[in-house]
Nanobody, 118 residues
Framework: QVQLVESGGGLVQPGGSLKLSCTAS????????MGWYRQAPGKQRELVAV???????NYADSVKGRFTISRDNAKSTVYLQMNSLKPEDTAVYYC????????????WGQGTQVTVSS
């Protein structure tokens, strides 16, 4: 069982920035595809960005050019740098880990609230 602990959420004004972090309790972090998802009130959870070791990241069209996902395998941590934030980015952000060989090993963090408002 892998535990994912997110941090970095909060309240920010439109145009501002936040950086989310997610640390995994596993020594085989490099074998997981890491992703950030978000869920706004009344909406389905959606993929924001995903990154696999040694591969280029992928982003939702709505965040391309504004968000950057990165990972530090030595620290078992994935990050989401969010710039030029908009009110429509307001949501609970969840970290996800999926093992690249055993995809049934699929874990979620508890979520962190991001609110973009003036």
């Amino acid at each position: 069982q892998v535990q994912l602990v997110e941090s970095g959420g909060g309240l920010v004004q439109p145009g501002g920035s936040l950086k989310l972090s997610c640390t995994a309790s596993t020594s085989t972090f490099s074998l997981y595809t890491m992703g950030w998802y978000r869920q706004a009130p009344g909406k389905q959870r959606e993929l924001v960005a995903v990154i696999r070791s040694g591969s280029s990241p992928n982003y939702a069209d709505s965040v391309k050019g504004r968000f950057t996902i990165s990972r530090d395998n030595a620290k078992s941590t994935v990050y989401l740098q969010m710039n030029s934030l908009k009110p429509e980015d307001t949501a609970v952000y969840y970290c996800n880990a999926v093992h690249i060989i055993a995809p049934r090993s699929n874990y979620w963090g508890q979520g962190t609230q991001v609110t973009v408002s003036s």
